[in-house]
């Protein structure tokens, strides 16, 4: 009994010493480590890296267990490849580096000190208006369609992929363009700043290889884009009329023009300042009464 306390006495007594030489900087550089690695492994957690990040730390395993054992042939090779790890690992996970990036780029502190405009509350109510008036409408006709609405990341190099038409949006417009066989019909139409900017755009596809099969290329499209960008993405299916929205890597399906609504003018609205006001709020839900 008295060894335990002895041990336990010596332990705390070291605990102390440890504490007592931690300074403000040790526990600021400390906080910012654990938060580099925690978003870390919320960015690989639910992508294809995680099983990469798995084979890393078996790597990492059997090159302590070499050593510990001397293995020498073993303990050459793993050296050897550990040497290029670096090279390896930011080509392997290139596509997540690009991710966790641009999520920095996104951040409130980046947002603050470049700030942009995109546009007033009375331009991107009049914009959401036109786009769940004509997601609505496409739905009852079974025609499908792709519409990406631009938040913070900028869309530029999508946009030099389709035809620039900077218009005001309306229902009709939006309808006219994704009707079938019209020249712009298959592809993507970027909203910016409340306007209808390009239409015909490509979008990448996603690699998810999670998709269900039933989902087709314009729904992978939208899942691509909203995976490298902030952008939200609105789909309209053109089997079944369902509508869908993609934000962040998932889709939300099945969508009534209701939550639609709710759901747009959330998104949209959630990096600026202030709430719309009550009378663009009335005349946004006024199409749905």
Known sequence: MSDIRSAFATFWESLRGIISTVGLSDLLDILIVAFLIYHAVRLVRETRA????????LILAMYVLALNLNLTTLSFFITNILQWGIVALAIVFQPELRRALEQVGRSKLSSSLFREEHGDNIQVHKMLDAVC????????HNIGALMVLERETKLGDVIGTGTLIDAE????????????????????????????????????????????????TRHRAALGMSEVSDAVVVVVSEETGAISVALNGRLQRNLSPQNLSKLLEAKMFSSKQGDPSPANKRGFWRIFR
Not at 50 to 57: A, F, P, S
Not at 133 to 140: D, F, G, K, T, W
């Open 169 to 216: 949006p309306s229902a009709e417009l939006i309808c006219n363009i994704f009707f079938p066989n019209s020249p712009l019909h298959d592809g993507a139409m970027v909203l910016r700043s409340g306007r209808v900017h390009a239409a015909g755009c490509f979008l990448p596809l996603s690699a998810n290889d999670e998709i269900g099969r039933e989902l087709g």
């Open 50 to 57: 995680m099983q990469l990040v798995k084979g890393i730390v």
């Open 133 to 140: 008036s004509a997601a609505v409408r496409l739905s009852e």
